[in-house]
């Protein structure tokens, strides 16, 4: 049985996020990916929201992360601030073993260091695996919403 642990992102491990990362938003426009992997590198926030990244191993091996950030509000959430689950991942082989649980035990203790009582998360209406994940972990589904982005200049 594999050794697990749950720690803090170091850059020393920036190799392995990035290919978990790149995995996880499979399809997305590679070039924003970068730059936002630089925005979080330089700055250790997210759209300048408070920042923090776990990792997950399996005998030292990174096989899952999770990101999350402090926001002011979430959809359903009746506190502020509420820690948000920017992006949860754990490699096929290791799923089921647990880290995924623990990643987001990692997430909602920074939350509470940041005073933080709730906690948000999304997932596409399509991914099935990620919505039954999340419930199994505690979260009530907040309801289905459609978002829209329109470039104005």
């Known amino acids: 049985m594999a050794r697990t642990r749950v720690a803090r992102y170091t ?38 929201q ?20 402090i926001r002011s509000s979430a959809e359903d ?3 502020s601030p509420v820690v948000y689950l920017e992006a949860w ?7 089921g073993s647990g880290l995924g649980r623990s990643l987001v035990e990692a997430v909602a203790a920074w939350g509470r ?11 596409r209406v399509e991914n ?3 919505v039954a994940a999340h419930l199994a972990l505690g979260f009530e ?7 829209f982005r329109r470039t104005i200049s």
Request: one cysteine or more; a negative charge.
């Open 141 to 147: 589904d907040a309801g289905v919403i459609r978002c």
């Open 11 to 48: 850059s020393e491990h920036r190799e392995a996020w990035v290919r978990m990362r790149r995995e996880l938003f499979q399809g997305e426009d590679e070039s924003l990916l970068r730059e936002e992997e630089r925005q979080i590198d330089a700055s250790g926030t997210l759209k300048s």
């Open 128 to 130: 099935s695996a990620s």
């Open 113 to 123: 260091e940041h005073g933080c009582s709730e906690m948000g998360s999304d997932a």
């Open 89 to 95: 991942f754990v490699d096929n082989p290791d799923r």
């Open 77 to 79: 959430c009746m506190t």
């Open 50 to 69: 408070p920042f923090e990244r776990f990792l997950a191993f399996a005998d030292d091996v990174p096989v899952g992360f999770a990101e999350a950030t």
